[in-house]
């Protein structure tokens, strides 16, 4: 129980939905209430269909590369370190959102469902070494318990991206600011433990382990 619970807090916070929110709003603004629900639901279905694939091929594609497990827990950690880094300074470096000539060059495109909201903006750099980082070396039930979590987390974002109006203005960019800084701080604490946790089983002697 206190892992999956570890794993619904720690994807929220990468993904981010309040984060999002405001960034959805934007790239929809000239849309009608219609099409921005089919947007949504084009982006999350995109995502969980990408966030599928890393969930039970990530051990795979590893293996692969020749990539060992604690190598990339500490890897992983570094990135998710740099993610919340983003978040407590609340700017956009392209590893927890798209840049913004990437959003300038999605407006004129028309379609942003893909580019950039599923990808980098939901199933982005951290999402997707989150999962791997949940599954390397566990079961099929524990993958199948993630990719449910995963989806839970997907089902909030887009609620919140059909309420994304009224969120906005009930919070306003300050109150979502300071909820995705205090999501980095979380964020910052749990991508420690993932490269203590690297560092550990890379250097047992060192380390006392």
Do not use: C, W
């Amino acid at each position: 129980m206190d892992f999956f619970l570890q794993t619904f807090v720690l994807l929220l916070v990468v993904v981010d939905p309040f984060g999002l929110t405001p960034i959805f709003s934007a790239l929809t603004s000239r849309e009608s209430v219609a099409a921005r629900r089919q947007i949504a639901i084009k982006s999350v279905l995109i995502s969980a269909a990408v966030l599928a694939f890393f969930t039970f091929a990530g051990s795979l594609l590893l293996d692969y590369l020749g990539i060992g497990l604690p190598a990339f827990r500490m890897a992983g950690g570094i990135l998710l370190f740099l993610v919340a880094i983003d978040m407590l300074s609340v700017r956009h470096s392209g590893l927890s959102s798209a840049t913004e000539k990437e959003r300038m060059e999605a407006r004129e495109r028309g379609d942003v469902s893909v580019f950039p909201l599923a990808i980098p903006l939901i199933a982005g750099p951290g999402a997707l070494t989150t999962v791997m980082l949940l599954t390397s070396d566990r079961g099929l039930m524990l993958s199948i318990g993630v990719l449910a979590i995963v989806l839970l987390v997907l089902a909030i974002t887009f609620a919140m991206f059909l309420l994304a109006g009224r969120i906005q203005r009930l919070l306003g960019e300050t109150g979502i600011n300071v909820i995705t800084r205090l999501l980095g701080i979380l964020l910052a604490a749990l991508a420690m433990q993932f490269f203590v946790d690297g560092l550990r089983d890379s250097l047992p002697v060192l380390v006392g382990g």
